[in-house]
């Protein structure tokens, strides 16, 4: 398990979920729903970049994303230098290691690759907490099913071109992940590398690289170490959509 660093903030001082992305769980949530879930004493913690969140079959939390960027990587034909992973990139407002809900033993790994704060939660109380207010458990289902819409749109194109998928995964951290900056149309995407994007979308690192040159030379994207700054989204969005 990760060493980790309670902030001693407690999370009913994180009051302004409506700010999270759309799609996300936490902004599905009403404001009374949101203030209940605060009102069972749960407090914020941060994990540092490269730490993993604790999310193997003897741990019991699942985990609400406040701030942060996640890559979880799956791995259903088993690990192996050779063998596919499923990676997936989760943002703010995000529940992360929902399968405890119905798994006790389920397992991902999950590395934070910026400073992520996060509010855990018992996976036992949360199912309480489903089970006593519906509207929250519509909230999760909404966000869930948001989520595995995204994904297929992100992640499983495999016959669009690599310029069009990385267009798409990169329109997707930016609405997900990005901050914008004083330009409305500048969004900075920090956390995911190159090689991390080429891991989720099973491109070749070399063509990844190639797709993220073109984005560059058209002034769309500027790339640094683990940092994407999208100075023009509708032009991204526009690619994204194989135009």
Known sequence: MPSTV???????????????????????????????????????????????????????????????????DRFPLGEGDSVPTVTRFRGRGQLVGEAKLVADDSAVRTKCLTGTVVIPCRAHDFNLQLRKRPAVQRALLRSLEDRSRSDELVYTMATRPPLERVSRLLAHLADTAG?????????????????????????????????????????????????????????????????
């Open 6 to 72: 309670d902030t001693a903030r407690p999370a009913d001082l994180l009051l302004d979920h409506e700010n999270q992305p759309d799609g996300s769980f936490l902004r599905y949530l009403a404001a009374k729903d949101w203030g209940a879930l605060l009102q069972a004493g749960l407090r914020s913690r941060t994990f540092a970049r490269d730490e993993h969140l604790p999310i193997e079959p003897a741990d019991q939390d699942v985990y609400l994303i406040w701030d942060g960027v996640v890559r979880q």
């Open 179 to 243: 901050r914008a900056g004083p330009r409305a149309d500048r969004v900075t995407i920090t956390g995911p590398s190159q090689r991390d994007l080429a891991a989720a979308l099973q491109l070749a690192v070399s063509t990844t690289e190639n797709a993220i040159r073109t984005l560059r030379y058209h002034g769309i994207v500027e790339a640094g170490y683990r940092r994407f700054v999208v100075h023009d989204v509708d032009a991204l969005r526009h690619l994204a959509a194989g135009n």
